[in-house]
């Protein structure tokens, strides 16, 4: 398809469909100020972002992976949802049928979600199913105790949080290579995936598994994808149409 025909066949695939899958990743927040994992924005200090979410290299330096979760904290609590975001939200509390999946850990769909439906709307419609946890949120490495997060102490492991429960350390309560993802959010976005007449994919790589796969399912279910992404992704061979750019820019056109 040429580009200048993709945007309108996007919007008629999005109109025509009775439920839609929306699938993001980090690029979505990137126009927040929210660092990506790969490319050039996946830096920190010298450490790649893929080789801290890891549980090898917590277990070999947890001081360093919390100084790193505490610092990413800290940076997406002085970010704003961006204009995708916004347009994503009020577009899916101003109709019914869609089920929005984030890869993210960042609250940004959240506040998103609490400033389009304004006082007295019910936010939780326009929530993301989110499939690698959260960052503002802990759990106990020993016992299944989960609390909100509070500021972190990464001077050393001492000072690092430890669990009111059993004295155990604290990790943060989102998903590393190599452990399962949450069986709920999970079992809810492959379902919806199997039913959606289309997917909107905006701002991830799709190369991470088994997130992933919701955005295969849906294709396989007979959905119409449109990618939403500035550079080159994994569902460029299934894409029907690509929108290539930013998300900020795109999203609130497709979805005015
Ligand atoms: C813009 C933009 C703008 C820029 N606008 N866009 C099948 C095949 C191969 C491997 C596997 C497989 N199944 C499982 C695996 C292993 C592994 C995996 O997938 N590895 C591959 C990488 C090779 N998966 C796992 O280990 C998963 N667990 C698992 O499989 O358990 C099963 C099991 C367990 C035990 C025993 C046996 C089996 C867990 C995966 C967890 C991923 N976790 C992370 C970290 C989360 C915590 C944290 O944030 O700290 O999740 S890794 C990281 O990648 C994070 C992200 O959610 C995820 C995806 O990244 P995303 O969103 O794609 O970001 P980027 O940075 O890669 O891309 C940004 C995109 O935005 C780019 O396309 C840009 O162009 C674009 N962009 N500006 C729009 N303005
Ligand atoms: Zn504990």
Redesign the pocket.
Known sequence: MNSSAAPAAAREALRRAVRVVVFT????S??SGVP????AG?LWKTFKA?DL?SPTAFGRDPRLVWEWYAWRRETVGGCRPNAAHLALARWILGRAGVTLVS???DDLHERAAREAAGEGGDARRAEPLKL??S?FHDHCTRCPHRQASSPVDAASVATLPHCPECGGLMRPD????????PARPVEAAFAAAAEAEACLV?????????AAGVVHTAKASGARVVV????E?EFDALADVRLVG???EIVPTLLK
């Open positions: 990743g980090a690029g979505i990137a126009e990506t994992f790969r490319g996946g893929e979410a890869q993210n850990v690698h946890g960052l989102v998903v590393w290579f190599g452990e399962m993802l905006i701002g991830t790589t799709g190369a991470v598994y088994p939403v992404d500035p550079g992704t930013p998300a900020g």
